[in-house]
């Protein structure tokens, strides 16, 4: 490790060479901060300044970070060799443990991040109903791979890219409908009967933080059933998160496919697409391609069974929740003795602030100018929303609140 302890220093010497001087675009705000270690609900940055993390990596480090009892089932299942390219009894164990917790499930595949999660799971949709649309929702995000990554365009049935590089053809089967919106959405089954293999939905999307409307996930639900398409929960932050493992059985609906990822591992690369055993029909015969290299490495599979382990009697849960609810609360009786009316949404281990007392969409520009003015106070969450971990604790509250009075008295 080199000596050179200034931001600037390290952040330009990774700019010269990767583009933005990160390696993923989300990181790109804040970029010029270069962080070396995290430990529990901090990290630090080159220069040796502690930040409360919200942010948790963006959703894994759910036991905080370098968690002591995952890392030591890691290093123990590294030493037999990381990717052996066969079955292996971890890969057994870690499926069987998904599914202790996934109990409307009888399928495991697991993948690497994600986006291939996602993209595992519209195969497997496309290949079960031998259709091509699929449905997604206006403010949600499914990962970076060009199908799912588009934005409004001119109607509901011509999405625009989310970027530059992608091909028209690779969204012509994506449609992007208003969220809530469940009167739109058996139009659309109308208008294109028996074309539409999926729905598929953040049914609670805590970065963009808007709650699914009452009866709008049971009403998608009965909607797919009726029209032969399947319905997939992207649990890829909800997972593990919000109970553990499903969140679906929180939420009262039970889907075809669901996607888990992020605080399945703790921080470790891993991922997973899981259902019913009919939508991976084709699959073991080869008929449905799923493929991965690092899929099942012996590092995720040690990952996955220490997370369930730890997690599975919902303690674990319970503890966040405490912290986050009283967060949640804290933030909201700070702002109130600064004259801000503030609302706190979503569930304690993922929640979002609002200024305007609704629950609007993540444009809100105020939420997003009080967390440039956090960092400065050194709390970091990401877009609007604060993740809470097992590891946050009586200190990291004080700190949270009190850097969160300083920042929105910073905002005159
Ligand atoms: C709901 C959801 N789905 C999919 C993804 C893509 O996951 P990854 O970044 O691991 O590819 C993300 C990433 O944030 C996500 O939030």
Redesign the pocket.
């Given at each position: 490790m080199s000596t050179i302890t200034s931001n600037e220093t390290w952040h330009t010497r990774a700019a010269e060479r990767t583009p933005g001087g990160v390696h993923s675009n989300a990181r790109l705000v804040g970029a010029e901060t270069v962080f070396v270690r995290g430990e529990g609900p901090w990290l630090w940055d080159v220069e040796g300044q502690r930040y409360a993390d919200y942010m948790l990596g963006?959703?894994p480090a759910y036991l905080g970070h370098s968690p002591a009892t995952v890392l030591d089932a890691v290093q123990a299942a590294s030493v037999n060799g990381m990717c052996l390219g066969h079955a292996t009894p971890l890969e057994v164990e870690a499926t069987e443990a998904m599914l202790s917790v996934i109990p409307w499930a009888e399928r495991v595949r697991f993948t690497s991040?994600?986006?291939?999660a996602?993209q595992a799971a519209l195969r497997l949709a496309r290949a079960a109903t031998g259709r091509s649309i699929v449905i997604q929702f206006e403010g949600?995000?499914?990962?970076?791979v060009d199908g799912v990554s588009v934005v409004p365009g001119a109607s509901a049935h011509q999405p625009a890219p989310a970027t530059k590089g992608q091909a028209p053809s690779s969204y012509h089967d994506t449609l992007l409908l208003p969220w809530n919106d469940l009167a739109l959405l058996e139009q659309t089954f109308l208008d294109h009967s028996e074309q539409i293999a999926a729905v598929i939905m953040?049914p609670i999307n805590i970065?963009g933080g808007v709650m699914p409307v009452d009866g709008f996930l049971a009403g998608s639900r009965l909607l797919t059933e009726q029209h032969g398409a399947l319905l997939i929960f992207?649990e890829?932050?909800t997972g593990f998160r919000l109970a553990p493992g499903s969140a679906a059985g929180l939420l009262g609906v039970t889907p075809d496919l669901a996607?888990y990822?992020k605080a399945m591992g703790s921080g470790w690369p891993v991922?997973a697409v899981a259902g019913a055993a009919r939508w991976f029909d084709g699959v073991a015969s080869d008929q449905v391609r799923l493929s991965g290299t690092y899929n099942g490495n012996a590092a995720a599979m040690a990952a996955v069974i220490a997370t369930v382990d730890m997690t599975r009697d919902g303690s674990v849960h319970r503890a966040v929740d405490t912290y986050g609810r009283t967060l949640m609360e804290r933030l909201v009786v700070t702002a109130a003795e600064q004259g801000v009316a503030l609302s706190a949404n979503g569930f304690p281990s993922g929640f979002w602030l609002s200024f305007d007392g609704l629950d609007t969409p993540d444009s809100d520009a105020a939420a997003f100018r009080l967390a440039a003015l956090l960092r400065a106070h050194h709390v970091i969450m990401y877009r609007r929303t604060w993740l809470s971990s097992a590891a946050h604790d009586a200190e990291a509250m004080e700190f949270s609140v009190a850097a969160f009075a300083a920042a929105l008295g910073d905002d005159d």
């Open positions: 963006r959703g991040s994600g986006t291939e996602v949600q995000y499914h990962g970076w953040e970065f992207d890829v932050v996607t990822a991922s």
